[in-house]
């Protein structure tokens, strides 16, 4: 399948089955932590990037076993408001599947009567809000030229009082960037007004596009302290039962994982409820096919897929 992937495993939905929207690194940003790797094209125009028939297509293929999983989510390898046939592609899951939706973004386009429109129907939507002041958004996301941060503000402020979605808003603290006091204070004082119904801490924890740093559990803990907004969370993991899976089903399964994000293989295992040895194994494979390669970050092998 070239636009749905997994399911596979998220730290803050469960296991959701990924839609892609946009064509590799197609982003209103490009930040510096982007797990994904350095944009390639970054534009705020909305386009049909892939066909809709096709993404359907594929989505009826996979649902129609009824498989167990959390969430339809739309994510991938850039920022899936930029497709502009979303709304009809929400309408389409709410009107045949009994799946919740969840829709990761920047934010960078929420604050348009058109996306908003779009994403009411979105159960669970996951936007970012890295920093409040123009000039640190500007050094951490390193946004499309004329994105202002206040746009991003209203757009997340707009969608918690206009529509029915749960909002889950994102920090992703990278290390001397967005974490210094005054920027924390701001932000603090930003998501208090705000109120969404999380806010969840993040921070650099897989291979960035950039050469940056994450912070500590302890220098979380002490931001969301320095906060105190009530419904603060500190992203985590869990585990997965076991399963079998046959040589070629887990050989797929991990590339669709690590072709979109670098991932250690103990986390691999976890996504797929298998055990390391095997995940060892198949990625051995994948390496001697060319398709993964291993690369270092934080003193730690992590796999990542070549696309």
Not at 160 to 188: A, H, Q
Request: include cysteine; charged fraction near 30%.
């Amino acid at each position: 399948m070239k636009y749905v992937f997994g399911p596979v495993f998220s730290r803050r939905l469960g296991f959701s089955l990924g839609v892609d929207l946009v064509p590799y690194k197609v982003c209103s940003m490009d930040c510096l932590y982007c797990e994904v790797g350095k944009t390639s094209e970054k534009t705020i125009s909305r386009l049909e990037y892939v066909p809709l028939d096709s993404v359907k297509a594929e989505l009826k293929e996979f649902l129609e076993s009824s498989p167990d999983i959390d969430f339809i989510t739309f994510s991938g390898y850039g920022e899936p408001t930029l497709y502009s046939r979303l709304g009809e592609l929400v309408d389409f899951l709410k009107g045949n599947y009994p799946y919740r939706l969840a829709l990761l973004t920047n934010s960078s386009l929420l604050y348009t009567d058109e996306v908003l429109e779009e994403v009411k129907g979105i159960d669970v939507v996951l936007p970012s809000l890295d920093a409040v002041t123009q000039s640190v958004f500007e050094r951490i996301n390193r946004p499309v030229e004329g994105l202002k941060v206040e746009q991003l503000i209203e757009g997340i402020e707009r969608l918690i009082k206009e529509t029915p979605c749960e909002v889950w808003l994102e920090t992703l603290f990278v290390k001397g960037v967005n974490d210094v006091p005054e920027e924390v204070e701001r932000l603090g004082e930003v998501v208090h007004r705000l109120r969404p119904h999380k806010w969840q801490l993040n921070t650099v924890v897989r291979p960035p596009a950039y050469q940056v740093e994450g912070l500590t559990l302890s220098e979380l803990e002490r931001i969301k302290e320095k906060v105190g907004y009530p419904s603060t969370e500190i992203v985590a993991g869990f585990k997965r039962e076991k399963r079998k899976l046959g040589t070629p089903e887990l050989k797929n399964e991990v590339y669709d994982i690590v072709v979109r994000r670098p991932c250690p293989v103990d986390e691999i295992a976890s996504a797929l409820g298998v055990s390391e040895e095997e995940v060892e194994r198949v990625v051995s494979l994948l390496v001697e096919e060319g398709k993964v390669r291993e690369i270092f970050f934080g003193g730690m092998p992590y796999v990542k897929g070549i696309v």
